[in-house]
């Protein structure tokens, strides 16, 4: 495996940020032992369009979150996310026009992993938790 999920790590606590978070690892690593010699192209495939529906839900679901707690940091997420969308339709995109994509693809994910998913959403909602908690 290249990347792990640990839930007393990696757990923020909202069901559908932690779906997304393990659904990001599951692909990196499915990824990572793609085979283009078996013909896995699928995989390529589906792993992306499951990926675009979950983070769709799950930036829906924070932005929400972030409205309700009055985030002084909602503009630049929301700004994060639509780039990342973006991305990874583009890449869905290359993909279905033939083009092997596979490096690409796991360059952004483990770096949207890194700087959003254990930076950003981290800092985000580990304070919004601990707040929730202690009210
Ligand atoms: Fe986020």
């Known amino acids: 495996m290249l990347v792990y ?16 978070h393990r659904l990001m690892i ?3 690593n499915r990824l990572n032992t793609y085979d283009r010699k078996r013909g896995e192209r699928d995989v390529v495939g589906e792993s992306l369009a499951g990926l675009e529906r979950q983070m769709a839900r799950q930036f829906h679901h924070e932005e929400a979150v972030m409205v309700l707690s009055r985030s002084q ?3 630049e997420h929301r700004r994060a996310h639509g780039r990342f969308l973006d991305t990874l339709a583009a890449l869905r995109h290359r993909h279905e026009a033939g083009e092997d994509v596979v490096a690409l693809v796991l360059v952004n ?3 949207f992993l890194t ?6 959403d981290v800092d985000e909602f580990t304070a919004t938790r601990v707040g929730r908690r202690a009210a």
């Open 5 to 20: 999920w640990e839930d007393n790590i990696h757990a923020l606590g909202y069901d559908v940020i932690d779906a997304g």
């Open 26 to 28: 599951d692909v990196i």
């Open 73 to 75: 940091r909602l503009a």
């Open 109 to 111: 994910l483990v770096a």
């Open 115 to 120: 700087s959003h998913l254990r930076g950003d």
